[in-house]
């Protein structure tokens, strides 16, 4: 997939629609396509977060633990997060 024939903008997560895919690109300049899942995880003092979630089927970090950017995976490591996003047409 070519970031040339995507229109990527940084991301403003006040115009990201729940639950919509959109494509996501990195720093490293890998582009996957993923959907921002409202309230979909808790985190450690038990507040409810968003998290992008990998659209199924397709590839994503090896640092997003089965599919999903988390603070820290299943390593203890951080997720890397999105840069960039664009819509899919």
């Known amino acids: 997939m070519s970031s040339k024939q995507i229109n ?3 991301i403003d997560y006040e115009k990201v629609e729940y639950g919509k ?5 990195f720093q490293n300049g890998d582009i996957i396509r993923a959907s921002l899942i ?3 995880v ?3 003092d038990d ?12 590839p994503y970090p090896e640092c997003w633990s089965n599919g999903a950017c988390w603070d820290f995976n299943e390593d203890g490591e951080p ?3 999105p840069k960039l996003i664009a819509e899919i047409q």
């Open 38 to 40: 409202r309230d979909h």
């Open 21 to 25: 895919p959109y494509y996501l690109m």
């Open 42 to 44: 808790v985190d450690g």
């Open 47 to 58: 507040i409810w977060q968003d998290q992008w979630v990998a659209v199924e089927g397709s």
């Open 8 to 10: 990527f903008q940084p």
């Open 79 to 81: 997720s890397m997060l």
